[in-house]
């Protein structure tokens, strides 16, 4: 199994709270996701990074910000946390351009409830 | 861009009968297609994936896929499903150069004992 942690991996907070997710990776990839997962709608990307202090938009990033300091950890931040971002976040990563299909490899997830 | 649709959001199959699960992409080149699986609880294990030669792609827990161009398919197939099975499963597809996957939305197989 890839090197992939995720924390922390229940988190219940209060609506108008910030909210960091971190994801730490031991495999040295330089490529990072993080997905949101709702019933429904499959898996939606947030926000990936291509390399420290690089990173990009996804379908869904509005509400979301995200930073990369070290190519191990990849956090997101829900600046102000609303009822609609209760949901399940995954951290995933690849080898990309190394593997150039971009098989993703996923953490466990952060179940996230927003009161 | 890439598109996926799983049209089957829940299967329930006996357990040893035969299983196929549905992809459908949307991309003009050749894409690269995957197949994840997500037991309760649990993060996507890959389970198999297709980027190029052989269309019969065999992965790990006796699965297997084929890549169908003419159809924009690559569906999921195993003879005989175990109780193990049960799960939901998320097909995927990436384009050379674009960095990012798109998912399906899933389809939850259950298996009858």
């Known amino acids: 199994d890839a090197g992939i942690t995720q924390s922390p991996r229940h988190k219940v907070t209060e609506t108008g709270t910030p909210v960091t997710l971190r994801c730490h990776q031991t495999e040295n990839h330089r490529y990072m996701y993080w997905y949101r997962q709702d019933p429904g709608h499959g898996l939606r990307l947030i926000h990936y990074?291509?390399?420290?202090?690089?990173?990009d938009k996804g379908e869904v990033s509005d509400g979301y910000s995200v930073s990369r300091s070290k190519t191990e950890d990849f956090l997101l931040t829900l600046e102000s946390a609303t009822s609609s971002q209760t949901s399940v976040y995954f951290c995933a990563i690849s080898a990309f351009p190394r593997d150039r299909t971009d098989t993703q490899y996923f953490g466990p997830g952060t179940r996230l409830t927003v009161l | 861009a890439q598109s996926v649709t799983q049209p089957d959001i829940h299967i329930t199959v006996s357990e040893g009968a035969s299983l196929e699960l549905r992809c459908n992409y949307s991309y003009g080149a050749t894409p690269y297609l995957f197949w994840y699986v997500q037991s309760p609880g649990q993060g996507l294990q890959l389970l198999l994936k297709?980027?190029?030669?052989?269309?019969l792609v065999q992965g790990i827990k006796g699965f297997e896929a084929e890549f169908k161009r003419s159809q924009s398919s690559f569906n999921l197939r195993k003879p005989s499903v175990h109780w193990s099975d049960a799960a939901e499963y998320f097909c995927?597809?990436?384009?050379?150069?674009?960095?990012?996957?798109?998912f399906g939305q899933g389809t939850r197989l259950t298996i009858n004992p």
């Open positions: 995927a597809v990436g384009a050379e150069g674009a960095q990012k996957l798109v």
């Open positions: 990074s291509y390399g420290v202090k690089d990173t």
């Open positions: 297709y980027f190029s030669g052989d269309t």
